[in-house]
């Protein structure tokens, strides 16, 4: 009898097991199973919020948008209405047309949250880039599932992660049995600094049911002693559409038209003590309003320009956009044992003539203050043709120090004695470029781009070209011609070719040609796991008697170094300087491997933080280097990004050495 019943609870445990994985597949296959990835659609979505400060100090100032709520009023609320362009699960454009709230000048707050406000619930990441979702199949690994019947029709899941880590989460979901699609579901996360938990119930039909029709979030945000409390609630598919022409409206009336439900107690306590206040202000004297309005516009105007980032938009429809990287934010320092701390400063602006037509400038400068150099680079760019990437570009900026050794020989050659060549600098020559491109895609595998580039090399020590009777300045000018395959698209690996012949025109007398090739591939594999891979090549065929520098398009240094995200991958970070122009030739190869759930993520309480890590190996061989090898390890969190590395050259150990660049609010 024993046995009989351990039979039968073994076959029913089987049977259950079998059910519930009939039922995944089913859920996991749902998103394939309804619409075209490229059908499109329009939504109008109304949005209430409530911030609440629950401990805060000055150090709130410096957080990104969170400058307008550090100070005042504990209590904040707002509603803003906006229309969307959906294609399969992705936003395509976003108008918000009101906006209407009690932070000052109409604010946002805590902009970073608003990318859980659409979760795509069946995707690989569920925010863009970020947390890997338990409904898509290549995370499936990742979670464990338990699977309840409810009733005939639905099922709930419940689902953890298998390991804490801040690219997953843990919740529920309640799912219609016979065709697997989410109805509800609500979890929990924690992800760069925020603790969020989100409430969502999906769309019924086609493409809409991939969305949610309403979505509530709680937040928390901790930070050094701040303490605030977020309340979001957003409703999808509202029926009112208003017109085009009504953009960033502030208009209340209109606000409380579209209102698709009345507010929340909190958000409506917020409003009626503002507007009470609003109703008891005192009319002072003019001098006292004067200089009121005068403190308010310089501490605003502080607030803009100094810890937030400053972005807006101008024309008469809003084409062009403007964005002005704070003045004091820790994400734009960076550390390497090379260039010792580096501060970075970004802007960009951008004007749209149509869909197909725009232009663009930038200027990004980095202050080294181990070397006291300043590196900038400013590029202007002219797009006459965004389908086909065709462009126009010019852009100007200075480049590493370089060096030249054949010059100072023929200095140092010369017959002064009464002069120490050794105690002066003569090897460095500062660089300032111009360069003028224009590019054109044939087709999603052929691209062509001529250009021309100008260099001016300047002594850094003039005092013993001088004395030699050398000049200072070395000029050169150079047609150029760039030649890129994509065999795969723009999916696979890109094959990019280079020449550059020197050319004597007035006072650029360097004559001198160069070949280079370049092939780069980034393999994208499941649960954001992917493979960087780089060869490049490149040498001199000719060069003249006064063709001094040597210079090349995909082997140099970075100036202005960037974070976890810009520059890491397949880039040298202990070779130095000097070698980059010191051969005739170069082969290099790079490997970068990258995951979110590798080496520390392992560790107890400290993997729960890590948000990506990278093996890297980096080899080079040119004259005197056969070969130069790094290996490295790197690892990204939300407070900072860190990698270490060690390097060999022609097989001894060369050195040992570390990078290191703040996170701290990168997405915010």
Same mark, same amino acid.
């Given at each position: ?26 859920? %996991? ?68 047309? %009101? ?95 925020v603790n969020f938990h989100v409430d969502l119930a999906m769309g019924i039909d086609g493409a809409r049911s991939l969305l949610p029709k309403t979505c509530d979030i709680d937040v928390k945000f901790h930070f ?32 409380? !038209? ?25 009319? !002072? ?23 937030n980032r400053t972005k807006g938009n101008f024309g008469a429809n809003g084409q062009g956009a403007f964005r002005i990287s704070p003045i004091l934010n820790p994400l734009y320092l960076s550390y390497s044992g ?139 000018? !150079?047609?150029s011609l760039q030649l890129q395959y994509r065999p795969a698209g723009w999916r696979g690996p890109v094959i990019t070719a280079d020449y550059e012949r020197g050319i004597r025109a007035g006072k650029a007398d ?6 280079? %090739? ?36 995909? /082997? ?82 939300? /407070? ?29």
């Amino acid at each position: 009898m024993a046995v009989l019943i351990m039979l039968t609870s073994a076959a029913d445990t089987y049977a259950k097991q079998e059910t519930d994985s009939l039922m995944l597949q089913r859920v %996991l296959a749902y998103r394939q199973s309804v619409c075209p990835a490229d059908e499109e659609f329009s939504s109008n979505v109304y949005l209430s919020y409530y911030f609440k400060t629950e401990k805060r100090n000055f150090t709130l100032m410096a957080v990104p948008s969170m400058f307008y709520i550090s100070r005042g009023k504990r209590e904040y609320a707002g509603e803003t209405y906006s229309s969307l362009m959906i294609r399969g699960d992705r936003i395509v454009k976003a108008v918000r047309q %009101l906006n209407t709230g009690t932070i000052p000048r109409h604010k946002d707050a805590m902009e970073t949250v608003t990318k859980y406000l659409m979760p795509n619930v069946y995707g690989v990441t569920m925010f863009g880039p970020q947390v890997l979702s338990p409904f898509n199949k290549s995370n499936i690994r990742l979670y464990r599932y338990d699977i309840t019947g409810l009733t005939d029709n639905r099922v709930e899941i419940v689902f953890r992660p298998k390991r804490y880590n801040t690219q997953l989460i843990s919740g529920s979901a309640i799912a219609d049995k016979a065709t697997g699609r989410i109805i509800k579901v609500r979890f929990n996360g924690e992800y760069d600094l925020v603790n969020f938990h989100v409430d969502l119930a999906m769309g019924i039909d086609g493409a809409r049911s991939l969305l949610p029709k309403t979505c509530d979030i709680d937040v928390k945000f901790h930070f050094i002693g701040n303490k605030i409390r977020a309340e979001y609630h957003a409703v999808y598919d509202n029926p009112i559409v208003l017109p085009d022409s009504i953009v960033n409206s502030h208009d209340k009336q209109l606000m409380a !038209a579209v209102r698709p439900a009345p507010l929340p107690p909190n958000v409506k306590d917020v409003y009626h003590r503002e507007d009470s206040l609003n109703s008891l202000k005192d009319t !002072a004297a003019t001098k006292k309003k004067e200089e009121s309005k005068w403190k308010k516009v310089l501490w605003d105007s502080f607030g803009d320009y100094v810890v937030n980032r400053t972005k807006g938009n101008f024309g008469a429809n809003g084409q062009g956009a403007f964005r002005i990287s704070p003045i004091l934010n820790p994400l734009y320092l960076s550390y390497s044992g090379r260039r010792g701390v580096t501060y970075k400063f970004k802007l960009n602006a951008s004007y749209k003539f149509s869909l197909n037509s725009d232009i663009s400038l930038a200027f990004n400068a980095g202050y080294s203050f181990k070397q006291r150099q300043l590196y900038f680079n400013v590029p202007l760019k002219y797009n006459f043709n965004r389908k086909r990437n065709g462009f126009i570009g010019v852009e100007i900026g200075n480049g590493n120090r370089i060096t030249n050794s054949s010059i100072v020989d023929q200095v140092k050659n010369e017959q002064l004695d009464s002069i120490d060549w050794d105690k002066m600098n003569l090897d460095y020559f500062k660089d300032l470029y111009v360069k003028l491109t224009c590019n054109y895609d044939f087709s999603d595998k052929w691209s062509v781009q001529p250009g021309l580039i100008f260099h001016r090399r300047s002594a850094v020590d003039h005092a013993g070209f001088v004395a030699a009777g050398r000049p200072t300045e070395y000029y050169s000018l !150079a047609p150029s011609l760039q030649l890129q395959y994509r065999p795969a698209g723009w999916r696979g690996p890109v094959i990019t070719a280079d020449y550059e012949r020197g050319i004597r025109a007035g006072k650029a007398d360097m004559d001198y040609e160069r070949y280079e %090739l370049d092939v780069s591939w980034k393999k994208q594999f499941h649960t954001l796991r992917s493979l960087s891979l780089r060869f490049g090549n490149g040498f001199y065929t000719s060069k003249s008697r006064n063709s001094y520098f040597l210079d090349y398009t995909n /082997f140099r240094e970075e100036n202005i170094p960037g974070g976890w995200n810009d520059d890491w991958a397949c880039e040298f970070q202990l070779l130095g300087s000097n070698w980059y122009n010191a051969s005739e030739y170069y082969v290099r190869t790079n490997v970068t491997y990258e995951s979110p759930l590798m080496v520390l993520s392992r560790i107890p309480y400290v993997g729960r933080l890590m948000e990506m890590e990278r093996i890297y190996m980096n080899v080079l061989f040119v004259e005197h280097l056969h070969p130069y090898i790094e290996y490295g390890y790197g690892f990204t969190n939300r /407070f900072f990004s860190m990698g270490v590395f060690m390097a060999t050259r022609n097989t001894k150990f060369d050195g040992f050495g570390c990078r290191f660049g703040f996170e701290l609010f990168r997405d915010w």
